[in-house]
């Protein structure tokens, strides 16, 4: 008898993991942990029962009471550690101009770092996330024309004087971003949607011709501070995710309205994460 309880404690203090294979009764759409040495078998479950299993019997030990293990499950965020996005920029209030076409090679990227979550409900599902992460945003224009400054300081999409061959142009920056987002989460899928804040900074509006790449403004009149709102759905490890601007990114003269008068362009970006 002596032996069996030496066994059975050297058992547990030195137990390899393994995948429990067979012979206990447990319940459902629980995930397993099995510790074994030989015929000694201990089991943890998700849903914090314990089993000891020694040859042929099998003892229930470490149960708490369902409640107290539920107030203490915490609610997952679905914001993905890495993303990448087609990004678009819309106008606002008057047509597009034929300047602010852009090629589909318009992105965005970025990660975000860390998040708080907040409990909602007591069993997990539903909560609250505040994020911190940063992204590269590049838009591609078309049709020869850049993003310049005219002689009264104001923004607008034209040719450059000199006119030369442009192979293409670009206005890109990078981001500051911290979302705040109310989910839901269920056993593989998770919805996310609210606000996020966005601080943009090292904005540079750039073309290529001749040969090499030429910085046309170094720091474009944009509005540094932006109010978007974002919606992530998450299926497993894969995030759909979107993101609309809600306040304006740049003010831009065109030439296909009135004289003097500008149209607003707000960021658009939809694309996949992880």
């Known amino acids: 008898m002596k032996k069996t309880i030496t066994t059975v404690l050297i058992a547990l203090a030195l ?21 074994s040495s030989k015929n000694i078998n201990y089991i943890i479950e998700d849903d914090n029962k314990s089993y000891l299993k020694v040859g042929h019997f099998t003892f229930k030990i470490g149960i708490k009471n369902k409640k ?14 890495i993303y990448f996005t087609h990004a678009q920029l819309n106008s606002r209030g008057f047509a597009k101009s034929d300047a602010l076409k852009q090629a589909g090679s318009s992105y965005e990227w970025g990660m975000y770092l860390c998040a708080h979550d907040i409990n909602l409900s007591k069993n997990g599902n539903t909560g609250m996330s505040v994020g911190l992460g940063f992204s590269r945003t590049s ?10 400054e005219d002689e009264m300081g104001d923004l607008i999409f034209s040719k450059l004087p000199t006119n030369p061959n442009i192979n293409k ?22 919805i996310s949607a609210g606000p996020e804040l966005e601080w943009r900074i090292m904005c540079r509006s750039r073309a290529k011709y001749e040969g090499s790449k030429h910085t046309i403004i170094s720091e474009p009149d ?18 759909i995710l979107g993101r609309v601007g809600l306040t304006d990114l740049l003010k831009i003269k065109s030439s296909t309205v009135k004289q003097g008068s500008n ?10 994460g992880f």
Do not use: H
């Open 169 to 190: 142009s670009w206005l890109r920056y990078w981001s500051i971003r911290m979302p705040v987002t109310i989910g839901y989460r269920s056993k593989n899928i998770a």
């Open 263 to 272: 149209f607003s362009v707000t960021p658009f970006s939809v694309g996949i």
């Open 15 to 35: 137990l390899p993991v393994k995948t429990l294979a067979q012979g206990v009764n447990m319940p459902n759409d629980t995930a397993t942990t099995s510790l």
């Open 68 to 81: 107290e293990y539920q107030a203490k499950r915490i609610y997952d965020n679905n914001l993905p550690s």
């Open 139 to 148: 838009f591609r224009f078309k049709n020869d024309n850049v993003l310049m």
């Open 222 to 239: 944009i509005n540094p501070l932006a109010v978007n709102a974002i919606v992530n759905v998450s299926i497993g490890d894969i995030c």
